[in-house]
């Protein structure tokens, strides 16, 4: 469980403060002489600087949902909300969400420099240290570089803040964006420079970055450095770029700290629990949510669950007895994703199958949901005979399966009214898996009871981390850029995507692998069926050039069956799809901030 780097009671400028782990405290950074005179004011400074990814801004929500999360795969579902949403692509410069993510990043910046700056000033006894000043000033300045790299993925050509503000000087406010390829290039600069400082160790991952995050970050950046979007970096080829990327995903393969967990679903049961793997640690860096808002002493910004998420809403207000606590559901799994799943990169031998193979399937786009069927009747054949029988699903009580003309796409079916006559015979049950595909909730994040702590309260803030960098995202990258690099795939980048799909229980054409180009579609293919949901794949369409394509594609791609969706929920998504142009690639900045820094200009088509 959550209780490393316990901090206890601090008295800060008058203030007790509690705090029951490294990151579970609203952190603020005290940058006045003589503050950090000690390991415990180190810690709790630090934890200032992770602050910001903890933020609702970032990966409790505004970031990791609304911006980063819609994607070919992912689509927002509330066919009611008519707001102007990053994640309906009809967002502009003054849209909320967009300036408070573009200020929490900056905060984070603020924060770093200010730390460094401060703890660099201080004098301490080594001997009173457990851990060495260089791997606190280390951690601070990879944050500061991964906020940078956030900024510059996302907006394009930003601001490069290196140095702590001293407010309200002008010098310090009015500052031109720098281009897009030196901010990346110099985050990879600056990571590289402190990557052998940081903790060798996975004992506090993935709290707390350590040397593998940062090789596994830099393999990230490098990729994206190379992408179709970023101009040229001094210096550097494209093709030199891979190398990097490569060369820094294999250093975590080979440090054999980190395995993928022998099941898939154990992953995000891990994060849904609070709990740590401390066996694979396959989740090697998250964004920690560590209360429910139940009071005050029990807080969290994370609303992961909650916004995405099986849907489970009810009048009911027991919660004790709901078999999922309260979501909203407001994400889907595309169609697109069903077919990645359903009948993508199958062996000969597995393509005609009727049956699910990929277990990720199972759990990212179950067959259920808890949106209850109370009282509803259902009318079937047996035999000559028509038989009906009565759900009465209590909502958020029992598992509603997707249903369509009385099939099933689940098995198991609660909350049969066995009392009316000629009642539901299970044996007659109907099952197809393929039920009402294109509009099932994103599960990967559910809220199940038997997962997540029992809540009083309805709880709209969960304590469910959301991974920042896995393992397999690690193999993914590795195979990827040996693969551009080298012209075709190595047997360690082939043996990565075998790995990754025995995981899933699935096969590998190995004729798949025989060249740069059809390794390329399975690699890319395998990153969308791993990582869905995780904010991932927009920067990889982006990357790779074919961002306005892909969800131009996906808005149309809509099966023709009634049995496969609802229409007004897919005819909402495609309009959102149909959003899409080319001056998504980049994010606007912020009305706001070009009201203040006169020296930013506002990106090109918005």
Not at 3 to 28: H, R, S
Not at 40 to 68: D, F, H, P
Not at 204 to 209: A, E, G, L, M
Not at 335 to 362: C, F, G, M, N, P
């Amino acid at each position: 469980m959550k209780n490393i780097y316990k901090l206890g009671t601090l008295a800060l400028l008058g203030t007790v403060l509690t705090a029951c782990t490294f990151l579970d405290t609203e952190p603020q950074i005290i940058p006045s002489d003589g503050y950090y005179t000690n390991e415990t004011r180190l810690k709790y400074g630090l934890a200032g600087v992770y602050g910001a990814l903890n933020s609702e801004e970032l990966y409790g929500s505004y970031y990791s949902l609304q911006i980063a999360n819609p994607d070919d795969l992912c689509y927002f579902n509330n066919y009611n909300n008519g707001e102007t949403r990053p994640d309906r692509y009809n967002h502009s410069a003054g849209t909320a969400v967009i300036y408070e993510t573009w200020l929490k990043l900056y905060e984070g910046i603020k924060n770093a420099n200010e730390y460094m700056d401060e703890v660099g000033k201080s004098e301490f006894d080594p001997e009173e240290l457990t851990t060495d000043i260089k791997t606190y000033l280390a951690e601070a300045r990879f944050l500061r570089a991964f906020y940078h790299f956030l900024l510059a993925q996302a907006w394009g050509d930003v601001p490069l803040r290196d140095a702590a503000a001293t407010s309200p000087n002008p010098v310090n406010v009015q500052i031109a964006a720098t281009p897009q390829e030196k901010v990346l290039k110099w985050c990879v600069d600056e990571i590289e420079a402190i990557v052998y400082d940081l903790d060798e160790s996975v004992e506090h991952t993935p709290s707390r970055v350590n040397r593998t995050v940062a090789e596994g970050i830099l393999a990230r950046i490098y990729l994206f450095m190379a992408g179709e979007t970023v101009d040229e970096v001094e210096g550097l080829t494209k093709q030199e770029m891979y190398g990097k990327a490569a060369y820094w995903a294999n250093e975590v393969i080979a440090s054999q700290k980190h395995h993928l967990n022998e099941s898939y679903d154990q992953v995000f049961i891990n994060m849904i629990k609070d709990q740590y793997d401390t066996e694979f640690h396959e989740s090697m860096w998250e964004a920690e949510f560590l209360g429910d808002r139940t009071s005050s002493t029990n807080w969290t910004n994370g609303r992961i669950g909650d916004l995405i998420g099986l849907k489970s809403q009810s009048g009911t207000t027991n919660y004790s007895e709901w078999a999922c606590n309260y979501s909203y559901g407001y994400y889907n799994g595309s169609y697109t994703l069903w077919q990645l799943y359903w009948s993508e990169d199958r062996t000969s031998d597995e393509a005609s199958s009727t049956e699910v193979i990929d277990k990720r399937l199972l759990w990212n786009l179950p067959g259920y949901n808890y949106r209850g069927l109370n009282n509803q009747q259902i009318s079937y054949k047996r035999g000559n005979e028509t038989v009906t029988a009565v759900l009465k699903q209590d909502q958020s009580m029992h598992k509603t399966p997707w249903l369509y003309k009385n099939n099933f796409a689940m098995p198991e079916i609660e909350g049969l009214d066995m009392s009316v006559e000629n009642a539901f015979d299970p044996a007659d049950l109907v099952y197809d898996p393929t039920i009402m595909c294109a509009v099932r909730n994103a599960g990967k994040w559910r809220r199940e009871t038997v997962y997540e702590n029992q809540m009083s309260a309805k709880s709209l803030y969960t304590t469910i981390n959301f991974p920042i960098l896995r393992y397999s995202d690690v193999l993914l990258m590795y195979a990827e850029a040996v693969n551009e690099y080298a012209g075709a795939p190595d047997e360690q980048a082939k043996e990565a995507i075998r790995e990754i799909r025995r995981r899933a229980g699935i096969s590998t054409d190995e004729s798949q692998m025989g060249n740069q180009q059809s390794f390329r579609q399975l690699v890319r293919n395998e990153r969308a069926r791993e990582l869905a949901f995780e904010g991932l794949r927009k920067w990889d369409l982006i990357r790779w050039g074919i961002f306005v394509e892909r969800m131009h594609m996906a808005g149309t791609n809509v099966p023709t069956e009634s049995m496969y969706l609802n229409k007004t929920i897919t005819d909402y998504a495609a309009g959102n799809y149909a959003n899409v142009s080319e001056r998504h690639i980049y994010l606007p900045i912020p009305t706001k901030e070009l009201a203040v820094n006169h020296a930013l200009q506002q990106n090109p088509l918005w």
